[in-house]
């Protein structure tokens, strides 16, 4: 597809066990980002890839949180043992860059997580 | 550190009215890109308009437009003559030219639009 495609749109969980949350971001965009937004909480920047560059992770809540990006397209973010506290809708984002200036961020749906 | 501060967390216009929603920021960089982005009920962000710190200038696009103002750091956005397809949650961001090109959002502003 032409836009940011996330997957699943909709999951549903019980505490405690693991998700994960998948993001394919736009052909030929080599940046991609992770946000998580909760009710009322605005966006909250998560981990952010570019290229091969190490990512920046330092808005990862805990270390029940990773994520990786595999062959610099495809990312998975992974909860682990996952807490009602991290019911959130998930959204991940991508860009180009050109000429070392970031373009504007192309977002997915997002995948709403609940935490029962 | 910085940060995005929208202090209206909800407002409500009656259709072709103008509303204006607030955007303050705080950072230490000299140089910097601010934004706004839509989110319609649908969820999907849409991104509005991108400002360089170095350009001052208004912008005008259709009934929108964005005044940036460095000596207040404020990046407000006017809606002129609102329409019930305006009514979304709206949020401004910074995003900072060195480092990891790490968004921070603003809490969001959502705006109903009353037929």
């Known amino acids: 597809g032409a836009g940011v495609s996330q997957s699943p749109s909709n999951k549903v969980t019980e505490k405690g066990k693991d998700v994960e949350l998948r993001c394919d971001p736009i052909?030929?965009?080599?940046?991609l980002y992770w946000y998580r937004q909760s009710l009322g909480q605005g966006l909250e920047f998560l981990i952010y890839f570019q290229g091969n560059s190490a990512p920046d992770k330092s808005g990862l809540p805990s270390d029940r949180f990773s994520a990786e990006r595999t062959g610099g397209s495809v990312s998975t973010l992974t909860i682990q043992r996952t807490q009602q506290e991290d019911s959130a809708v998930y959204l991940c984002a991508s860009s180009s860059t050109s000429g070392g200036v970031a373009g504007e961020l192309f977002f997915g749906e997002g995948s709403r997580l609940t935490v029962l | 550190a910085q940060k995005v501060t929208q202090a209206q967390t909800e407002i409500s216009v009656v259709e072709k009215e103008d509303v204006t929603l607030d955007c303050v920021y705080e950072t230490r960089d000299t140089t910097y890109y601010l934004f706004w982005y839509k989110q319609p009920p649908s969820g999907e962000l849409v991104f509005l308009i991108r400002r360089n710190s170095f350009d001052e200038q208004n912008e005008i696009s259709g009934r929108y437009s964005w005044n940036f103002q460095k000596s207040t750091s404020s990046f407000n956005f006017t809606i002129t003559a609102s329409q019930v397809v305006d009514s979304a949650v709206y949020f401004c961001a910074l995003l900072r030219r060195a480092g990891s090109y790490q968004l921070t959002f603003g809490k969001g502003t959502k705006l109903s639009v009353i037929p």
């Open positions: 052909s030929g965009h080599t940046a």
